[in-house]
Every structure is written in structure tokens, then in C-alpha cells.
């Protein structure tokens, strides 16, 4: 069974930073895709950041949150970590970890499954 267990919100002011984290958990799965989005109070769910783990770790990044975020895995574990610099209070939002993985056995891979954290409060508030 995969597991995402996320951690790292909490209540800032404007312009500091956070950084989340998401360690991902699988040993019978092979994790293609790791990201983050986030909803805020009525708002529908957004992505935020992905990285591939088999695609040499190509990044993807929502506009409102190029230049200020980064996603990245700094081992070859599944453990991805999203950098937030110059919060602002338009990411006030629950952060939901997102992994896409496939069970795998041998070389032999099964059909994609997508799996969502339980989310971790992030407030930007003066």
C-alpha cells in the first residue's frame, strides 16, 4: 500500500518562507509522478508542483508560483520536499501531497494509481 505523510504547514507572514514535506511510501510500487496541490476556502483544487521520478526529474510549476517555489528530491528515496519563498496570502490554502504510482513486480508494471496525502494547513497572515 503507498503512504503519503505531509508535514511542514504552519502560519507565517508575508514574504518569509515554509518548506513541506512528503515522504512517500510504497516498497511494491514504483512512484512516476510526486507533487503538491492545494485548495483554498472556496476554491477548487489546484496543482501546484509536480516532479517526475523516472523522467530525470523534470519539474512542472503553477504560474502563480514559478520563480518563488521549488520541488525536489534530494535522495534516492521518495521523500519531496516544496521550498516556499515569498509567501504571500493568496497561498493560504491546505496542501495536499500527490503521488502517481504503478505496483510493480519483476519488470512487470501494473496500471497507474493516484494517491492523495491528508493535507497540512499552510496560513500567510500578518
Known amino acids: 500500500q503507498v503512504q503519503l505523510v505531509e508535514s511542514g504547514g504552519g502560519l507565517v507572514q508575508p514574504g518569509e518562507s515554509l518548506r513541506l514535506s512528503c515522504a512517500a511510501s510504497g516498497s511494491t510500487f514504483n512512484f512516476e509522478t510526486i507533487g503538491w496541490y492545494r485548495q483554498a476556502p472556496g476554491k477548487q483544487r489546484e496543482l501546484v508542483a509536480t516532479?517526475?521520478?523516472?523522467?530525470?526529474?523534470?519539474?512542472t510549476y503553477a504560474d502563480p508560483v514559478k520563480g518563488r517555489f521549488t520541488i525536489f528530491r534530494p535522495s534516492a528515496d521518495n521523500t519531496v520536499y516544496l521550498q516556499m519563498n515569498s509567501l504571500n496570502s493568496d497561498d493560504t490554502a491546505v496542501y495536499y501531497c500527490?503521488?502517481?504510482?504503478?505496483?510493480?513486480?519483476?519488470?512487470?508494471?501494473?496500471?497507474?494509481?493516484?494517491?492523495w496525502g491528508q493535507g497540512t494547513q499552510v496560513t500567510v497572515s500578518s
Open positions: 500527490y503521488a502517481k504510482a504503478r505496483p510493480s513486480w519483476g519488470t512487470t508494471w501494473g496500471p497507474a494509481q493516484h494517491f
Open positions: 516532479i517526475n521520478i523516472n523522467n530525470r526529474e523534470t519539474t
